[in-house]
């Protein structure tokens, strides 16, 4: 549900909201961690007698509605929307009613004022339509506009710096600095002058004062990459910045007062590393007031079409090349690679192919050598993965979707599976169109 473009609300028969999707919160404003399990604060409001709050309505009174005109207003922020709605009862398996649902839109006219942010906050940086990624980007534009501190967990090369300039430059703080400190590249002692600064003479070689990238960030946001390899001396120090918005530079003993929006990154299990001691658990939920978990490209696999279309765009461009198509072999080849340095190594496979290509259509020979072997069969290939059965399942499901023109009901047929089975595993392995 959390892919679905239309708000969608839940609550239970006492009342309480038990659901809220991304485009719920997106649309209103409001998170679903502040609602859930509290009463319905009646959101969504309709025009008739009695009972204005719909949800509370289609409960209470079992009626329900389609596409029916409500308004929603925000008493704090100021802020009114005009809603299509519809709602639907919540039965169990004995048909007895539940909850309620009701799921709307902005109307169209209210266009202006709903006029989606997604487009602006992602640019054409960031690629994607895979659910989890939806998911992720239906968070951003509300994300963007607090103060929130942001821990960013994922692999390396899965795009967490461009979610962090997103967050910044969608953000009021847009026109402040964006300072970026790749924490894991710095020794210790350096780390922290670098983070703080420091006062003439507070080392040898500190021939005068230098300010820290906390104070060059002052009023912007500063990006912490890989804050897992900060040592525990200084994640006292991080820990205070965070809590109290002031630091000391090193030598000194002046506190200095900053207004900083934290942005984290990780890709280590920073739940592993507090466990052996190497991290601090008051630090680590400081900086993990909103987490959000960017997947490895191997299981957003249905992103990795648009993704070869950028790059290849984006090189043709930079090299003065005119590459328009990528043979069905080199796509084939592509789709099936696990790629343990994502989309960072997917873009240097793509640069390296555009190299290597004369013509207007890259082949497999344009790719790396060692990816060019990957062209082996199915079984060997899945032998090679975390869940081999699981693997050669998937390929067995895209190969006959394919033959049947992702027909699902036939594709159902020759797999002797039910249309339902087959649905699951298609959202379970992430197999899209």
């Not at 009646?42 to 204005?52: A, N, Y």
């Not at 639907?88 to 004995?94: P, S």
């Not at 630091?247 to 003993?253: I, K, L, N, P, S």
Request: proline content about 5%.
């Amino acid at each position: 549900m959390n892919s679905f473009p239309e708000g969608i609300l839940a609550i239970g028969p006492d009342q309480k909201i038990l659901f809220m999707n991304s485009s719920a919160e997106s649309l209103l404003g409001i998170s679903e961690k502040d609602l859930a399990g509290k009463r319905c604060p009646h959101l969504i409001e309709i025009d008739t007698p009695g009972q204005k709050c719909l949800l509370e309505r289609t409960l209470n009174a079992g009626e329900v509605y389609s596409g029916i005109e409500s308004v929603y207003r925000n008493k704090q922020g100021g802020k009114t929307l005009l809603l299509s709605a519809s709602s639907f009862i919540l039965k169990d398996e004995n048909g007895k009613s539940v909850g309620a649902v009701v799921q709307f839109k902005k109307t169209p006219s209210d266009k202006k004022i709903s006029e989606p942010e997604s487009k602006l906050l992602m640019g054409d940086k960031i690629v994607g339509k895979n659910p989890r990624m939806l998911e992720i980007y239906n968070l951003l534009p509300g994300l963007a506009r607090t103060k929130s501190t942001v821990l960013i967990e994922g692999e390396s090369g899965t795009g967490k710096e461009l979610i962090a300039q997103a967050l910044h430059h969608n953000s009021p703080r847009r026109n402040k600095p964006f300072i970026r400190v790749n924490c894991g590249a710095l020794a210790e002692g350096i780390l922290e002058s670098e983070l703080f600064g420091h006062i003439k003479g507070a080392y040898t070689g500190a021939v005068s004062n230098k300010q820290g990238r906390f104070e060059l960030a002052h009023e912007g946001t500063i990006f912490l990459d890989e804050i897992g390899d900060v040592t525990l001396p200084t994640q006292v120090k991080l820990l205070r910045v965070l809590q109290e918005e002031e630091f000391e530079r090193v030598g000194d003993t002046r506190p200095l007062k900053v207004d900083v929006r934290v942005i984290a990154a990780t890709n280590i299990d920073l739940k592993k590393a507090m466990e052996d001691g190497k991290f601090r658990q008051d630090l680590y939920y400081r900086l993990r007031v909103v987490p959000i978990s960017l997947p490895p490209l191997r299981e957003r696999r249905d992103d990795i079409p648009l993704l070869i279309d950028y790059f290849v765009k984006k090189f043709n461009k930079e090299m003065g090349k005119d590459a328009e198509t990528v043979s069905p072999g080199t796509i084939e080849i592509l789709l099936n690679y696990d790629y343990p340095g994502n989309i960072r190594e997917l873009e240097n496979i793509i640069e390296h192919a555009l190299v290597l290509c004369n013509g207007n259509t890259i082949l497999p020979e344009h790719l790396p050598r060692d990816i060019q072997m990957l062209k082996a069969d199915h079984v060997e290939r899945a032998i090679g993965r975390e869940h081999p059965l699981e693997a050669i399942e998937r390929e067995l499901i895209i190969k006959v979707l394919n033959q049947c023109d992702w027909n699902l009901k036939e594709t159902s047929e020759k797999l002797r599976i039910s249309r339902t089975t087959l649905w699951r595993k298609m959202k379970d392995y992430h197999i899209g169109k």
